[in-house]
């Protein structure tokens, strides 16, 4: 039940990131909601699945987006598998410290957007870099963060609940 609620999250999130918040952007900068989701299901979930959703949405960034076949699908793989360590510490309702493992998510997304698509071909503009796309990015996607991660968790917390109605343990309240 959690794959399939992973997966159809995964298109909602990446129909939306690639149409409507395109229409949207700030100054060309979207929110990454494909992060926020790779983050939140390794969260909720654990690292296996956050890698494997982050795989998938990170194929799915490189066959629409990418280049370089591979490139998004190892840095969303990685950034899932490193938020799914976090499950055991995050507790229910409180919504800080996923939200600061978002952000920092997205501050290594774009350091290694950096290195890897520009610091490579020789492009040194660390700064305008810093200032014109990564700090935009990162305070667009915690405040869709914001939103979103209550959502995706009170998603699983109703999964959660009816997987263990089915099973007979408690009450559907």
């Known amino acids: 039940m ?16 690639s149409t ?18 790779t983050a939140s299901i390794g969260f909720r979930v654990g690292r296996k ?36 360590s976090f499950k055991r510490v995050l507790l ?10 978002i952000a920092v998510s997205d501050v290594v997304y774009g350091h290694i957007m950096y290195i890897l698509k520009f610091l490579m071909r020789g492009d040194f503009h660390y700064l ?16 869709m963060a914001l939103a979103l991660f209550p959502l995706i968790n009170l998603i699983f917390n109703l999964i959660e609940k009816w997987e263990k109605l089915l099973e007979g343990e408690e009450e559907f309240e």
């Open 20 to 37: 409507l918040f395109a229409q949207f952007n700030i100054g060309g900068i979207l929110p990454n909601l494909i992060l926020i989701l």
């Open 2 to 17: 959690k794959a399939i609620a992973s997966g159809l999250l995964l298109i909602i999130c990446f129909v939306l990131q």
């Open 128 to 143: 305008y870099y810093l200032r014109s796309i990564m700090l935009p990015e990162l305070i667009y996607t915690t405040v």
């Open 92 to 101: 229910q309702g409180d919504y800080k410290l996923p939200m600061l493992l």
């Open 49 to 84: 699945n956050g890698l494997i959703v982050g795989f998938i949405a990170g194929l799915l960034a490189d066959i629409f987006f990418g280049n370089v076949l591979g490139l998004y699908a190892f840095v969303y793989m990685y950034l899932g598998f490193m938020n799914g």
